[in-house]
């Protein structure tokens, strides 16, 4: 093998293509990107990130792939992918050959219906530039608007209340974060903004957003109308799969992989927020994962399979997500119609441990300030992924250590 491409330069394709040199691979490997930074974390946007002055969280500066010959195509988009030739046709007219590609190229925001129109004062957030151009906006007597009760909407209402702006959240749905985490965990969420300041209005209809000279109004259903000098979406994301699918790949929620991030042609794989996996902690349950601890594992695991180490998918799902003094934590998936266990650990901090009838765990979220929750999450995990039958009551007492139950 000579030549490997990799389409996407955010946190997996370039956690790939590094990867690839630690394992010792010579040939040449190029990293295509549409933005003209090198990859860097998108975690910090959402939340302090977003004010930081010394730009993103690069995962590598550029001297570190020249080093290592890696070619950064940054500034470009892969265009068409031609399987009977094993090449790559870039926005520049240029052509890539390839033995082995990779597809990272995840996913993009979820945006508003056409109806709604567009405006300069309605963003979203998924890049730098965004954050950027979000960060103008923010600060004291600024008035936002977030519509979408999810992590990033939420965070970045944190973050704006803390700079003094007026923060108003609206979700569509009867509770925030109700995709996400058990509803004792929304709630606390939900305390937490109500006590800082930020109104969060759900079961609520967005009826139209109207640009003036000045603001943006937001009607929602029931004649309420709200000023805003900024509106945020952040109502989900869809994965870029145009590339893939235009190729004759399998798509289902995602370019569709197998445990080896292998897709319907043996020579392409594709990692990170693009495609959709089956977990086997979940009896092969397919799931297509936004996390930046998953766009990592993916990449690293990407680059080994693409030299033929045959490793399996095996990390259990885990997500995070800092919102003002309170850290939030999620290990496995979250399932409301398993049965809950909860498990407090003072101080405002607590987990919701959910079982399957068998007794095994299938997740836990817990929130508390700083790191409280962490060690024990961190233990959740290795029990979900020993796939043991675990005592409910057990979990449910704080003097009993999850190590002994791990090591029972």
């Not at 979000?134 to 209402?157: D, Q, S, T, W």
């Not at 995709?179 to 305390?191: F, L």
Request: glycine content about 10%.
């Amino acid at each position: 093998m000579s030549s490997i491409v990799i389409v996407g330069a955010g946190e997996c394709g370039g956690r790939a293509a590094l990867q690839l040199r630690e394992r010792g691979f010579d040939g040449s490997i190029s990293l295509v990107g549409t933005e003209t930074l090198a990859p860097y974390e998108r975690p910090p946007l959402s939340k302090d990130g977003i004010v930081a002055a010394a730009g993103p969280k690069f995962i590598m500066d550029l001297a570190g792939y020249d080093d290592r010959g890696i070619d950064l195509k940054l500034g470009t988009s892969a265009v068409a992918i031609d399987r009977q030739t094993k090449s790559v046709a870039l926005s520049n007219g240029e052509k890539l050959a390839y033995d082995r590609l990779l597809l990272a190229t995840g996913a993009r925001p979820r945006p508003l219906p056409d109806t709604f129109g567009t405006s300069p004062r309605v963003m979203s957030l998924r890049t730098h530039a965004d954050a950027m151009r979000i960060n103008a906006h923010l600060g004291g007597g600024k008035r936002i608007v977030i519509i979408g009760g999810g992590f990033i909407g939420l965070e970045l209402a944190a973050v704006a209340r803390g700079l003094g702006a007026t923060v108003t959240v609206i979700e569509g749905l009867p509770r925030i974060l109700s995709r996400g985490v058990p509803h004792e965990i929304a709630a606390a969420v939900a305390a937490r903004h109500y006590s800082a300041g930020v109104e969060i209005v759900c079961d609520s209809r967005l009826e139209s957003i109207s640009p003036t000279d000045r603001d943006v109004l937001v009607q929602m259903a029931g004649e309420r109308t709200i000023e805003a000098d900024l509106v945020v979406v952040g109502i989900g994301s869809i994965p870029n799969v145009e590339l893939a699918e235009k190729a004759g790949l399998a798509v289902e929620n995602g370019i569709r992989v197998d445990d080896r991030l292998r897709t319907s042609d043996p020579d392409i794989f594709a990692a990170g927020d693009c495609c959709s996996f089956p977990i086997k902690h979940y009896e092969g349950r397919r799931v297509r994962l936004e996390s930046w601890r998953s766009a990592q594992e993916h990449g690293m695991l990407a680059a080994a399979n693409l030299l033929g180490a045959e490793e399996p998918l095996a990390a259990v799902p885990w997500f995070w997500s800092d919102q003002f003094d309170l850290t939030l934590q999620v290990a496995g998936l979250a399932d409301p119609s398993s049965h809950s266990v909860k498990r407090d650990l003072g101080n405002g901090a607590f987990i919701i441990f959910q079982l399957d009838d068998a007794g095994r765990l299938l997740a836990a979220s817990g929130i508390g300030p700083g790191n409280s929750i962490a060690r024990d999450i961190r233990l959740a995990e290795m029990l979900i992924a020993s796939g043991k039958a675990v005592d409910a009551a057990s979990l449910a007492l704080p003097d009993i250590k999850l190590k002994s139950l791990l090591a029972a």
